[in-house]
């Protein structure tokens, strides 16, 4: 619903009485007042306040004015949408349902689709953010017309088509503090009366946010997009894409504790500046360490625990092609995808507090095609299938110095078929049923060979024979639905879905090494408005999701090959919860100079029950929030060893990136000074309250409820072929939290933050 607020270049033009109907494709925009957004999240193109499924769209020109240049900036416009950096990786939460990611096993719970081709990696959501023609966030689980599986949602980057009846492009250069650049520039070449060209690409940079040089940026992206239009009936579109990620990559602080004295978050000291690690080897100092580590205070002195360094890096590319084939039929239009995407992953993280190591080399292949209806007829129609297959060979590898090692090679080879189809049918002019189903097959092989070491045996030994095992799912999710025309302008939609997320493989020991797949009911109640005279639209929405089996990932034990436990990432069916609330998004244009909007959502989240057990190699309890029920023994056929589990029950407490509130407010004012030229002036502001970062409850690791605000003026020709603009992000310099976990072993709590306060100049050029 958000739609750009410097332009109303996709405003339609269509009689005031028009009626929502059944033909979803027709806009609902006058000449003047609100633009219209076209979306895609049903897998047709159809106008945003038609889609009776709960969604969110930022225009294009939206992206560009708010500075979104990466995934996890998508989050300060979409109050629903919450972004966890996590070292090379990116995991993504909506409405409290996500996944974190940790390591090369991880999958994401809201689907990543760029061009309508699903992303499997977490580690290759880079890249792609220039430009676009909008992104569409869908909340709730997609289980019937998108192309994989996910229980919470979709995130939709639609990049700009080749056009075939004109020369047009663009230019945008930006010059901002921490020495940042971006340039980036489109040029859309018709060749003949029936093909296009559209190449378009990207140079970002800038310095690390942090004292110790991490959280910059070092990018290069390519794209090339090639239309051809032989009849009226039959298009081919061909996209391919490249991007080559450099730098530094994300880096971690010290977050205020009770153990020990940290630099302030306001000072953005990174842990491996000297100021960090001072701190941390004095706080080592005070620690009780096994005799092989030195005896008491001997853990970092002794090499047994490392602290950061400024070692880390990102060398990172991914490679995408494909296409998208639609032929008229007449009675139905068939579209016809195949992609392919390529990604090699080289980095090295310090982002948990110790040194991370990921190389992944992960292809995927991915095959759709949909027959959809034409005409008005009371029964319209979408039917398809879907193919998905990906190679993933990897080595990751985690040391927290010679007390701790884990090596392990995830080779992992995942299949997904699906049948899907969604029937729409006119029970009256005003009134339609919707019905949809899709069963889904999937099938996960894997051979991992792993090692952990660590004094006082051998710190870095030898990897041990692979261990193979394969798993397969399969599931029939369900949509049913009503939509009604309330009145010229006004749809009212109430539907009940469901959707589920395959279960996989973590790294341990056959046979305790696999989770199941997570199922989530969604029922929605909702509303979207326009009224007087096109000029104040109101979109209501209720929602209930019921979630079982939630997979969730966790730093805690794992049978290794030798038998015996050590630290690392596993994943359990260990959680089922309860999201209700409401969301409400409104855009008000009194006049043709003012814009303001406002979306709200309240989100009740609680885990009903919660259970997981906290690792310690040294046997010391380990800080939670939650309630420890008791403790065991570990490794207790091996002499000497201290190392247990503590059982704790996080029941109760609120989901895990589900603020109870979140505002999003904006204005911007329109001066023309002349016929030909005016002044814009924009302010953005997130408000969000409380929430926790993790499943594991400590205090330190909640981020409080803040304030961060943007703002910009823009000079523009009222065609918008020249732009200058002034811009501050983040007003109020907050430090925001945007991931928290456990430093393990010394059991202190570390964090990933937002961006600072970014200021600077930007200056765009289209013809």
Same mark, same amino acid.
């Given at each position: 619903?958000?739609a750009?607020?410097?332009?109303?270049?996709?405003?339609?033009d269509?009689?005031?009485?028009?009626?929502?109907?059944?033909?979803?494709?027709?806009?609902?925009?006058? /000449?003047?007042?609100?633009?219209d957004?076209?979306?895609?999240?049903?897998?047709?193109?159809?106008?945003?306040?038609?889609? #009776?499924?709960?969604?969110?769209?930022?225009s294009?020109?939206?992206?560009?004015?708010?500075?979104?240049?990466?995934?996890?900036?998508?989050?300060? *416009?979409?109050?629903?949408? =919450?972004?966890?950096?996590?070292?090379?990786?990116?995991?993504?939460?909506?409405?409290?349902?996500?996944?974190?990611?940790?390591?090369?096993?991880?999958?994401?719970?809201?689907?990543?689709?760029?061009?309508?081709?699903?992303?499997?990696?977490?580690?290759?959501?880079?890249?792609?953010?220039?430009?676009?023609?909008?992104?569409?966030?869908? =909340?709730?689980?997609?289980?019937?017309?998108?192309?994989?599986?996910?229980?919470?949602g979709?995130?939709?980057?639609?990049?700009?088509?080749?056009?075939?009846?004109?020369?047009?492009?663009?230019?945008?250069?930006?010059?901002?503090?921490?020495?940042?650049?971006?340039?980036?520039?489109? *040029?859309?070449?018709?060749?003949?009366?029936?093909?296009?060209?559209?190449?378009?690409?990207?140079?970002?940079?800038?310095?690390?946010?942090?004292?110790?040089?991490?959280?910059?940026?070092?990018?290069?992206?390519?794209?090339?997009?090639?239309?051809?239009?032989?009849?009226?009936?039959v298009?081919?579109?061909?996209?391919?894409d490249?991007?080559?990620?450099?730098?530094?990559?994300?880096?971690?602080?010290?977050?205020?504790?009770?153990?020990?004295?940290?630099?302030?978050? #306001?000072?953005?000291?990174?842990f491996?500046?000297?100021?960090?690690?001072?701190?941390?080897?004095?706080?080592?100092?005070?620690?009780?360490?096994p005799?092989?580590?030195?005896?008491?205070?001997?853990?970092?002195?002794?090499?047994?625990? /490392?602290?950061?360094?400024?070692?880390?890096?990102?060398?990172?590319?991914?490679?995408?092609?494909?296409?998208?084939?639609?032929?008229?039929?007449?009675?139905?239009?068939?579209?016809?995808?195949?992609?392919?995407?390529?990604?090699?992953?080289?980095?090295?993280?310090?982002?948990?507090?110790?040194?991370?190591?990921?190389?992944?080399?992960?292809?995927?292949?991915?095959?759709?095609?949909?027959l959809?209806?034409?005409?008005?007829?009371?029964?319209?129609?979408?039917?398809?299938?879907?193919?998905?297959?990906?190679?993933?060979?990897?080595?990751?590898?985690?040391?927290?110095?010679?007390?701790?090692?884990?090596?392990?090679?995830?080779?992992?080879?995942?299949?997904?078929?699906?049948?899907?189809?969604q029937?729409?049918?006119?029970?009256?002019?005003?009134?339609?049923?919707?019905?949809?189903?899709?069963?889904?097959k999937?099938?996960?092989?894997?051979?991992?060979?792993?090692?952990?070491?660590?004094?006082?045996?051998?710190?870095?030994?030898?990897l041990?024979?692979?261990?193979?095992?394969?798993?397969?799912?399969?599931?029939?999710?369900? =949509?049913?639905? *009503?939509?009604?025309?309330?009145?010229?302008a006004?749809?009212?939609?109430?539907?009940?879905?469901?959707?589920?997320?395959?279960?996989?493989?973590?790294?341990?020991?056959?046979?305790?090494?696999?989770?199941?797949?997570?199922?989530?009911?969604?029922?929605?109640?909702?509303?979207?408005?326009?009224?007087?005279?096109?000029?104040?639209?109101?979109?209501?929405?209720?929602?209930?999701?019921?979630?079982?089996?939630?997979?969730?990932?966790?730093?805690?034990?794992?049978?290794?090959?030798?038998?015996?436990?050590?630290?690392g990432?596993?994943?359990?069916?260990?959680?089922?919860?309860?999201?209700?609330?409401?969301? *409400?998004?409104?855009?008000w244009?009194?006049?043709?100079?003012?814009?303001?909007?406002?979306?709200?959502?309240?989100?009740?989240?609680?885990?009903?029950?919660?259970?997981?057990?906290?690792?310690?190699?040294?046997?010391?309890?380990?800080?939670?929030?939650?309630?420890?029920?008791?403790?065991?023994?570990?490794?207790?056929?091996?002499?000497?060893?201290?190392?247990?589990?503590?059982?704790?029950?996080?029941?109760?407490?609120?989901?895990?990136?589900?603020?109870?509130?979140?505002?999003?407010?904006g204005?911007?004012?329109?001066?023309?000074?002349?016929?030909?030229?005016?002044?814009?002036?924009?302010?953005?502001?997130?408000?969000?309250?409380?929430?926790?970062?993790?499943?594991?409850?400590?205090?330190?690791?909640?981020?409080?409820?803040?304030?961060?605000?943007?703002?910009?003026?823009?000079?523009e020709?009222? /065609?918008?072929?020249?732009?200058?603009?002034?811009?501050?992000?983040?007003?109020?310099?907050?430090?925001?939290?945007?991931?928290?976990?456990?430093?393990?072993?010394?059991?202190?709590?570390?964090?990933?933050?937002?961006?600072?306060?970014?200021?600077?100049?930007?200056?765009?050029y289209?013809?």
């Amino acid at each position: 619903m958000l739609a750009s607020l410097a332009t109303q270049a996709q405003a339609a033009d269509v009689a005031a009485d028009q009626e929502i109907s059944a033909d979803a494709t027709a806009p609902i925009a006058e /000449d003047t007042g609100i633009a219209d957004i076209v979306v895609t999240a049903q897998r047709r193109e159809e106008s945003l306040q038609r889609a #009776a499924v709960p969604v969110t769209a930022v225009s294009g020109d939206s992206l560009i004015t708010f500075g979104v240049t990466a995934v996890a900036d998508i989050q300060k *416009l979409v109050p629903a949408l =919450k972004i966890a950096p996590t070292g090379g990786t990116t995991s993504l939460f909506l409405r409290g349902v996500g996944t974190n990611s940790q390591n090369s096993f991880s999958e994401n719970a809201v689907a990543f689709n760029f061009n309508g081709v699903y992303v499997a990696r977490p580690t290759a959501l880079a890249g792609v953010f220039y430009d676009l023609e909008r992104v569409e966030v869908v =909340k709730g689980p997609q289980g019937t017309l998108y192309g994989r599986n996910a229980t919470g949602g979709a995130l939709n980057v639609v990049p700009r088509k080749p056009q075939l009846d004109t020369v047009s492009g663009s230019f945008m250069g930006e010059l901002s503090n921490y020495n940042g650049r971006n340039v980036n520039a489109a *040029l859309n070449v018709p060749l003949g009366g029936s093909a296009a060209l559209r190449v378009a690409g990207q140079l970002i940079a800038h310095d690390g946010y942090l004292s110790d040089g991490y959280d910059d940026e070092d990018g290069k992206a390519l794209r090339a997009s090639l239309l051809v239009k032989p009849s009226n009936d039959v298009s081919v579109l061909l996209v391919g894409d490249y991007f080559d990620q450099g730098g530094k990559g994300a880096g971690g602080v010290l977050l205020p504790n009770s153990a020990f004295a940290v630099p302030p978050l #306001a000072d953005r000291v990174g842990f491996a500046s000297p100021r960090a690690t001072d701190a941390i080897r004095a706080f080592a100092a005070t620690r009780f360490a096994p005799p092989f580590c030195g005896g008491a205070g001997g853990f970092v002195t002794s090499g047994c625990i /490392d602290v950061p360094q400024t070692t880390g890096f990102m060398d990172n590319q991914t490679y995408g092609i494909s296409g998208t084939i639609e032929a008229n039929l007449g009675f139905a239009t068939l579209t016809v995808q195949p992609a392919y995407r390529k990604s090699d992953i080289n980095y090295v993280t310090w982002l948990p507090g110790f040194r991370g190591e990921v190389q992944e080399n992960a292809k995927q292949f991915s095959f759709e095609t949909r027959l959809a209806s034409n005409g008005t007829g009371p029964l319209t129609y979408q039917l398809g299938i879907f193919y998905f297959s990906e190679d993933l060979a990897s080595l990751n590898f985690f040391r927290q110095g010679d007390l701790s090692t884990t090596r392990f090679t995830p080779n992992v080879n995942t299949k997904s078929y699906a049948g899907f189809g969604q029937l729409t049918y006119a029970l009256t002019d005003s009134l339609r049923v919707v019905l949809g189903g899709r069963y889904t097959k999937e099938s996960k092989d894997q051979s991992t060979a792993s090692v952990s070491g660590g004094r006082p045996g051998p710190v870095n030994p030898a990897l041990g024979a692979p261990a193979s095992g394969s798993l397969d799912f399969d599931k029939f999710t369900w =949509k049913a639905g *009503l939509e009604w025309n309330a009145g010229p302008a006004s749809l009212v939609y109430a539907n009940v879905a469901t959707g589920f997320k395959s279960g996989g493989f973590f790294v341990a020991a056959p046979p305790a090494n696999t989770y199941a797949p997570e199922l989530l009911t969604a029922y929605t109640l909702g509303t979207k408005n326009r009224f007087f005279g096109n000029t104040l639209q109101v979109n209501l929405e209720a929602f209930y999701w019921d979630y079982k089996d939630q997979q969730i990932t966790f730093v805690g034990g794992i049978l290794t090959g030798n038998g015996i436990f050590a630290q690392g990432s596993r994943t359990e069916n260990a959680g089922k919860s309860r999201m209700y609330g409401l969301e *409400l998004e409104t855009l008000w244009q009194p006049t043709t100079n003012d814009r303001l909007n406002l979306n709200v959502q309240y989100l009740n989240g609680k885990y009903n029950s919660l259970r997981t057990a906290n690792f310690s190699g040294t046997g010391a309890p380990v800080a939670t929030g939650c309630t420890v029920l008791g403790s065991r023994l570990a490794n207790p056929t091996v002499a000497g060893n201290t190392a247990r589990f503590y059982d704790i029950d996080c029941s109760g407490k609120p989901a895990v990136n589900a603020p109870r509130w979140s505002i999003n407010a904006g204005y911007e004012h329109a001066f023309p000074v002349s016929d030909s030229v005016r002044i814009l002036v924009g302010a953005r502001t997130t408000i969000e309250s409380s929430r926790f970062l993790n499943a594991n409850f400590r205090p330190e690791e909640q981020q409080g409820s803040y304030m961060m605000s943007d703002a910009y003026l823009t000079g523009e020709f009222a /065609d918008g072929t020249v732009t200058a603009t002034l811009f501050v992000n983040n007003i109020e310099n907050e430090t925001v939290l945007q991931r928290a976990g456990t430093r393990p072993v010394l059991d202190f709590p570390v964090g990933k933050l937002a961006p600072p306060r970014v200021w600077g100049f930007r200056v765009g050029y289209r013809f």
